[in-house]
T-cell receptor, first 112, second 111 residues
Framework: DTGVSQDPRHKITKRGQNVTFRCDPISEHNRLYWYRQTLGQGPEFLTY????????KSRLLSDRFSAERPKGSFSTLEIQRTEQGDSAMYLC??????????FGSGTQLSVL | GENVEQHPSTLSVQEGDSAVIKCTYSDSASNYFPWYKQELGKGPQLIID?????GEKKDQRIAVTLNKTAKHFSLHITETQPEDSAVYFC??????????FGGGTRLMVKP
């Protein structure tokens, strides 16, 4: 257990529904990342927060995706109007000042 | 942006043999290269990392080498055990923040 918690572990939803995932980073880590991983591929960067500021967003993050980290602690990732192509593992990771990035166990999203 | 390529995609070894996984990167500004192990249903777990000012790093049965000139780095696992079976990912960090991952190598250690 790395200390990064993600909830839920699994989410099954119907196309068109909205979903929200939560990530609780390691407590002293001020940098938080969201990645997406599809089967057989490496994780792909989605977005990055330093404290409560969202500093970088990937082109993968369409307008249907929004992420927040309101108090610089936990973060949420919301997907609106889900599509089948959104089915993936959504990974959260955090780090402090050094480069070591620690991942949570992920939320597996299945869009039917 | 950074592009990281990883080979082979699958690797099967006999228990006790060594395993080597190789990665190349494109961005000469990348300065940090971690390796992650991912087991089924779990998130990636950091197993070893190396910074660009170091050529080699070792931690028990695991070692990583980096050739900055050629822009490639490798993971070496010696005396493999069945519990080493997993998917391994290399990554490169382009300053200031983002890690770019390779496509992964599925390692199978046969008892």
């Amino acid at each position: 257990d790395t200390g990064v918690s993600q909830d839920p572990r699994h989410k099954i939803t119907k196309r068109g529904q909205n979903v929200t995932f939560r990530c609780d980073p390691i407590s002293e880590h001020n940098r938080l990342y969201w990645y997406r991983q599809t089967l057989g591929q490496g994780p792909e960067f989605l977005t990055y927060f330093q404290n409560e500021a969202q500093l970088e967003k990937s082109r993968l993050l369409s307008d249907r995706f929004s992420a927040e980290r309101p108090k610089g602690s936990f973060s949420t990732l919301e997907i609106q109007r889900t599509e089948q192509g959104d089915s993936a593992m959504y990974l959260c990771a955090s780090r402090h000042r050094d480069e070591k990035l620690f991942f949570g166990s992920g939320t597996q999203l299945s869009v039917l | 942006g950074e592009n990281v390529e990883q080979h082979p995609s699958t690797l099967s070894v006999q228990e006790g043999d060594s395993a080597v996984i190789k990665c190349t990167y494109s961005d000469s500004a990348s300065n940090y290269f971690p390796w992650y192990k991912q087991e089924l249903g779990k998130g990636p777990q950091l197993i070893i990392d190396i910074r660009s000012n170091v050529g080699e790093k070792k931690d028990q049965r695991i070692a990583v080498t980096l050739n900055k000139t050629a822009k490639h780095f490798s993971l070496h696992i010696t005396e493999t055990q069945p519990e080493d079976s997993a998917v391994y990912f290399c990554a490169g960090r382009r300053p200031p923040n983002m890690l770019t991952f390779g496509g992964g190598t599925r390692l199978m250690v046969k008892p």
